[in-house]
Structure formats: structure tokens, C-alpha cells
């Protein structure tokens, strides 16, 4: 079985092993008794996380035995630095030259996204770097020796410490800064140039099945009791039953698409960091104000007796979906599309980490003096059943809590996400609720 260790004592995520209450794979934990699961899609009468990330406490009947390695249970990850600190490294990772922008991926933001060079400029999206362990020298500089010490127990997402020094962990693709509402950078997504697909299996009910993929995208190979059984093609989203000559079952399989961003992080590696704890939230607003706002936060900077700091975006309305790119895309179309009533609908977009951690968005919603917020998530996320309960809890609390709340509504032939539909030359009806 594949594990993660989380933050909370004793529980592990389940990774490309499925859920046994909602039978998905991501997110959902087991705890190391393998007695009990925290579900984030399913429903019961006991909620067990409340505050970033909602999800709900089943029992299993029978329990199942968990099994954890020695290196994911002992290596702990570090917590972040303040805020304010991590912003110095992760400017400096943003601004160094072995992470500029490639031409594929400058290509991919030009061409595809319809950005200019300015606003790419402006935005500080870079490419990860094919010597992270030059730019990890660069970035830490003096603070290399003082980030070895053992006894430190911060550090920053996604650097940690191998057999030969720092380096940062990662994977070829662009590099998306996360800003908070004082235009900190507290945080990256890689945008991976390769998604891999991955090998889902029931391995809490059929723990001697294990299946990998091995050569992408869908040549995949199956073991039973660590023997080789079978390999071959399997095709995409197709779950597969498993069974031996006598027709007995021995497990179930299926090839997923994998994830085509990964957050910057460094979780059960030597010194290394979380991204999470908590997961950063993207201010984003339109790039021609954003020049200014990088002048008023580096003028902050340089005053080194003082750590208040007047870049605080403050927004009457502002926009709510998820992803940092989508929402620096959108923000832009939006002061433009909407000019004659942008003080009314806001020139402020927060990308969300996920829709099911929506909680996560309300102490920055109160600290900004929030009004009005315009939920803008993908048309075809919001179909489904699990995300459209989140939407609607969400909806909810943000109505108790006095906001006025609107959603962007439109056809989902003119483009998935709010970034499409701009990008394909529609407007969102906006709908207050």
C-alpha cells in the first residue's frame, strides 16, 4: 500500500490506493491502526477535519493491518519559515538564472495562454531547473550551513538535503509563485511537462496485489505475493478485475491519469519542508497594478526596523476559484471585460487550494474586508456530486458569515474553466445566490 505521511499523528493519506468508503484515490487517510478512515467525498455523523480540509470519520468493520516503512515513519518534514522569510528565498529562486523560462515554456504561456512577455515578466513564472542542486547553492547562499543544522525544525518547501548536499525536489516544468494578500511569495506549483499515469489498486481488501506502470503512458506491470503476474496495455479509466486461473479474484486495477501540478515540496526527505500547514492561497490581481504592488512591498522590505507592512490588498469584491495560473489568466480579462462595473464585481481573484478546503480562504476573506465574493470554480467540477456538496457547504457559510455571494455561470462548450472561457472570447453570467 502507498502512504503519505500527514501531519497529524498516526494518520497516513492513501495514495494510488483507493478509498474503501468512497473507492477514489487522494486525500482520504487511514490511520496507522488500520481501524479507521478520515474520508474528504463521503459523509458521516462524526466531521474530523474542520478547519483547511473537511472530511468525515468511518470505521472499518474488520480493520486491516497497515504496513509503513521505517523511512516514511521516522523521517519528520520541517515546518515553514514565517512568511516574510520564505518570501526572500523564494523571490531569489524566482529571479535567479538558472530558472528562466524555457522556450517550451515560454512558448506554452505566450502562445497557448495568450500571455505577452511583459505580463510573464510581471507574474515571475520560471522553469524548473535541470541543476536544482546549483540553484539550491544560489538561493541558500550563507544560509546553507545554518539550514544543516539538525536542531532546526523550519525550513523551505521543496529544498531539503541528499548525500551531497541541497538540492530541490521536483520535476522538469513552469514554476507558478503563490501570493498572499501582502504579496508574499509563500509558495510554488509546478506545472509538470510529462503527466504519469499511475496504477490504482484495492490494496486495503487485496494487500498482496501491487501494480506499477512500467513504461508511460499505459504499459503496466502486475505482481502478486512480489511475483510477476502479468503485463501488458491497459487502457485509461478502465478498472480490471484480476484473477487467477481458478477464476479466483485477487484484486482490482486501474490506469489513472496522473496530476498535472504538484505543489514545491519536500515532505519525509533529509531537512525537508511541506508545502502545506497551511496550503498557500493566490491573491491574484491585474498585471498592470501588480508592478506597483512589487515596488511597494520591496520599499517594506528595505525598512528594517519596522514589520508591519502596507501591501495589504484590501477588496471590497473579489473573485474565488483554483489555481494560481488560472486565476492571474482570468484576472486580467476580468478589469477588462468588466470595466464599467469592476468597483462592483472587484479586480481581485483568490485561487483556493482545492474547493474542499474552502474553509482555508476565510481568515484571509475577513483580513482583506471582504464584501462580496464571486465563486468562478470549473463548470464540470461543480457537476460532480462530491464537489458540488463542498460548493453548497460553502455557499452556506459564507452566507452566515454576511458576504454576499454570487456565482459565475457559464455553458461548458465555451470552455472548462473561467480561464478558457476568456480565452475563448465568452463572458460568466454572474448569479447572486
Known amino acids: 500500500m502507498v502512504y503519505r505521511k500527514t501531519k497529524i499523528e498516526g494518520w497516513f493519506e492513501l495514495q494510488r490506493t483507493v478509498c474503501p468508503i468512497c473507492g477514489k484515490t487522494g486525500g482520504c ?3 496507522k491502526d488500520g481501524n479507521k478512515i ?3 467525498r463521503e459523509r458521516s455523523d462524526i466531521q ?17 493491518k497497515v504496513n509503513v516503512s521505517d523511512k516514511v515513519a521516522t523521517t519528520k518534514s520541517r515546518k515553514k519559515f514565517p512568511v516574510h522569510l520564505l518570501h526572500g528565498f523564494f523571490s531569489k529562486l524566482a529571479n535567479d538564472s538558472t530558472t528562466l523560462l524555457t522556450a517550451p515554456h515560454m512558448h506554452h504561456l505566450n502562445g497557448e495562454r495568450q500571455l ?26 550563507k544560509f546553507e550551513e545554518r539550514l544543516s543544522d539538525q536542531n532546526l525544525t523550519v525550513g523551505i518547501p521543496g529544498f531539503y538535503m541528499n548525500n551531497y548536499g541541497w538540492t530541490i525536489n521536483g520535476q522538469s516544468g513552469i514554476l507558478i509563485p ?13 506545472r509538470v511537462d510529462e503527466v504519469k499515469n499511475f496504477v490504482e489498486t484495492d490494496q486495503i481488501n487485496y494487500p498482496n496485489l501491487k501494480a506499477f506502470v512500467k513504461k508511460q503512458p499505459n504499459y503496466v506491470q502486475i505482481q502478486v505475493n512480489g511475483q510477476n503476474y502479468w503485463e501488458g496495455v491497459l487502457e485509461l479509466g478502465k478498472k480490471e478485475t484480476v484473477v487467477d486461473e481458478n477464476g479466483e479474484i485477487l484484486g482490482t486495477v486501474k490506469l489513472a491519469k496522473g496530476q498535472r501540478y504538484y505543489w514545491l515540496s519536500s515532505p519525509n526527505k533529509k531537512y525537508g519542508t511541506i508545502a502545506g500547514d497551511p496550503v498557500p492561497i493566490h491573491v491574484a490581481i491585474p498585471s498592470k497594478q501588480l508592478e506597483e504592488w512589487n515596488k511597494t512591498l520591496e520599499t517594506d522590505l528595505k525598512n528594517p526596523i519596522s514589520d508591519s507592512y502596507t501591501t495589504l490588498r484590501k477588496a471590497k469584491s473579489v473573485w474565488v476559484s483554483e489555481g494560481a495560473l488560472k486565476a492571474d489568466i482570468a484576472i486580467d480579462h476580468i478589469a477588462e471585460a468588466f470595466a464599467d ?5 472587484g ?3 483568490i485561487a483556493a487550494p482545492g474547493i474542499n478546503s474552502w474553509r482555508s480562504l476565510l481568515p484571509m476573506l475577513k483580513n482583506m474586508g471582504v464584501k462580496r465574493v464571486n465563486l468562478a470554480f470549473d463548470m464540470d467540477a461543480i457537476e460532480n456530486a462530491h464537489v458540488n456538496r463542498y460548493f453548497h457547504d460553502m455557499v452556506k457559510e459564507f452566507k452566515s458569515q454576511g458576504y454576499e455571494v454570487y456565482v459565475a455561470a457559464w455553458s461548458l462548450k465555451n470552455g472548462k474553466g ?15 445566490l
Open 29 to 31: 487517510m487511514i490511520h
Open 347 to 349: 479586480d481581485t481573484m
Open 48 to 64: 474530523f477535519g474542520k478547519n483547511s480540509c473537511q472530511s468525515w470519520l468511518h470505521h472499518l468493520k474488520d480493520g486491516v
Open 38 to 40: 478520515a474520508c474528504i
Open 418 to 432: 473561467i480561464d478558457d472561457l476568456f480565452l475563448n472570447n465568452y463572458i460568466p453570467q454572474l448569479k447572486k
Open 178 to 190: 503563490y501570493r498572499n494578500e501582502y504579496n508574499f511569495i509563500t509558495g510554488f506549483q509546478i
Open 341 to 345: 462595473v469592476i468597483d462592483e464585481v
Open 116 to 141: 505577452s512577455a511583459n505580463t510573464i515578466a510581471k507574474r515571475q513564472y520560471r522553469s524548473f531547473p535541470q541543476q536544482p542542486w546549483v540553484t539550491a547553492k544560489n538561493v541558500l547562499g
